[in-house]
Structure formats: C-alpha cells, structure tokens
C-alpha cells in the first residue's frame, strides 16, 4: 500500500453557539464566582464563611493537622469536628474563642479517635457568599465588560473559538488517522510498551483533576490495571502508528523544529502553566528537550497535512 498523506479528505465541522448556550454558560459563572460581603455588622450565623487562625491540642500538646493560619470554614458545612462549628456562631470578628470538642472513636488518626481537644481560634474575618445579580456590576467585576451585553457578546464567541479550535483539532486527528492506516510499520515490542505507558499516563492525569487514582477507577469499573491495560493496548497500537506517520512524513517533507520553533513552544509552556523559563529550565533535561522537540515537530507535521487536505466546512 502507498503511504497518503496528501489530498486526505475531511470534514471540519462548525457549530453554532445559541443563545441557550451563552446562558448557561454565564449561569455557571454565576455561581462559580459568587458574590463576597464583608460581615461588620452582625455576629457569625449558619452560612457564613469565616477566615480564622487556629491551635489545636490534646493533653496540651499541640498535634499534626490541627494548626493552620488564615483558615475558611463555612458555619454549617460539616468539615470540621463534630461541634467545632457550632461554638463559633454567635462570635465576632476580632474575637478569641477556646473551642473543646471530642474527636470520634471511629476518627482516621487512631492517636486521637475518643480523646478530647482544644482549638484556640482567633476570628479574622466574616464573610457572606452569594449569587451575583445578572446585571452589569455582574459584568464588570466577574467578566471583565462594561455591561452584560458586551459579556454575552464575549461568552458567545469565547464559545465560537472553543468549538473552533475543537473542531480543528479533531479534524487533524482525523487526518492523520488516515495517513497513519496507510503506512506499513510494524510496531516493536518497545513502541508498544511505551505507548501503553503514555495512555496511562494521560488516564492518571485526567483522573488526578478530579481527585481520583488509577486504583480507584478501576475499583469502580470493576476492573483491575491489567484489565484495563488490555482494554487500552489497541489506542496505543494506534499511537505507535501515528508517532511512525508524523516521522516518516515529517522525513519526506523535512520537517524540523529550529531555535525559534523551541523557543515558542516554551514560552508557551510557561505561559499555560503559570511558570517562568527560569522555573522551566529546572525541568529541561535531554528527555523534555527531546519530547519537546517531538511535540513541536507533530504540530508541524499535522498542520502540513491539513494544508493539503481537502476538506469540507459542514
């Protein structure tokens, strides 16, 4: 079979953003970034969120885990002690208040389950959290715009450039799928392996933005990791013959990564990850400058297909 990576056909597919979609978008930052009152006025009630100092101590010893500075507890919440919260309703800010509560018998910290604490806290601060109005005090200070109908206008083509560029990626993806089904390699043991390694890898990344482990996804598919790198051998059978693709083309096209095409894909890196070069450099050894090199080299190469594909807006 001749290897085709040029005149692929494809499909770029472009969706329209409805009014439904800008306002649910809105009405998640709503309530994402809620309105904060500074609480001067009143004492503490259910509800309100405190910012406080405390000790804790057992025996008069100060333990692990029970001090901490500039603290948040929402009064009602549940995340503190049983009776932690409640003997801080009524208070001030600016108020000392000596807090004795008992720990559970059955509390994770065998060394202090059933024994008897004191916090001494020291309140800062009382704030109350709410739901901004949709209006445009809404639009200045969570969105950035002088009125909520110049924040419509930038959440809707937010959105726009959001779907566009999904769209765009999975049109390249789609692309190279192609070309990659055309070109014979046969994948040694060593590619496989280390395209296994990789999809788990991104598994465990995605899996550890929502606070969960490799372990604990497969305890609730019911599965266990060799399971699952079975069920994952044929995506990285399909990475090996696309990583093989984009060098074999990026061979025939002389498609390099130079100083200038390093350079901008590392300051880009600083910039996603809220990083300097100086903090990036810590991390650049011969395995990054490679991978990035790799990385900066596919971009190129997908980008190349694209240009010479034909494809059809839908």
Not at 292 to 304: C, N, Y
């Amino acid at each position: 079979m001749e290897f085709q990576y040029k005149n692929l056909k494809g499909k770029l597919e472009y969706v329209e953003v409805t009014d439904s979609e800008v306002d649910r978008q809105i009405e998640r930052l709503r309530q994402q970034t809620p309105e904060v009152t500074v609480i001067t006025d009143r004492p503490s009630t259910l509800g309100d969120e405190l910012v406080l100092d405390y000790v804790g101590t057992c025996d008069g010893v100060a333990f692990e885990g029970g001090t901490a500075q500039n603290q948040t507890l929402t009064l009602g919440s549940g995340m503190f002690i049983p009776g932690f919260e409640e003997q801080l309703l009524g208070k001030n800010a600016g108020d000392h208040v000596t807090v004795l509560v008992t720990f559970p018998e059955n509390y994770p910290h065998e060394a202090l389950a059933g024994k008897d604490a004191k916090f001494e806290c020291d309140i800062h601060e009382i704030r109350r959290k709410k739901p901004y109005a949709l209006d445009d005090a809404f639009a200045r200070e969570v969105g950035r715009c002088e009125s909520m109908e110049a924040m419509r206008a930038a959440v809707a083509e937010s959105l726009r450039q959001y779907y566009a560029d999904r769209a765009e990626m999975e049109l390249q993806d789609r692309l190279i799928r192609q070309a990659a089904a055309t070109l014979e390699h046969t994948p040694t043991q060593e590619e496989l392996d280390e395209a296994l390694e990789e999809e788990l890898d991104t598994l465990r990344a995605q899996l550890s933005q929502k606070g969960l482990t490799l372990a604990d996804y497969c305890s609730f598919m019911g599965s266990t990791e060799e399971q699952l790198r079975q069920e994952l051998q044929p995506e990285a059978e399909q990475r090996v013959h696309i990583r093989a693709a984009i060098d074999r083309i990026a061979e025939l096209e002389n498609i390099r990564a130079d100083a200038q095409d390093i350079a901008d894909a590392c300051e880009s890196l600083c910039r996603r990850n809220h990083i300097t070069m100086e903090q990036l450099d810590n991390l650049y050894d011969p395995a990054f400058a490679k991978a990035l090199e790799r990385s900066v080299v596919g971009a190129k190469v997908l980008q190349f297909v694209r240009e010479n594909a034909q494809v059809e807006k839908v």
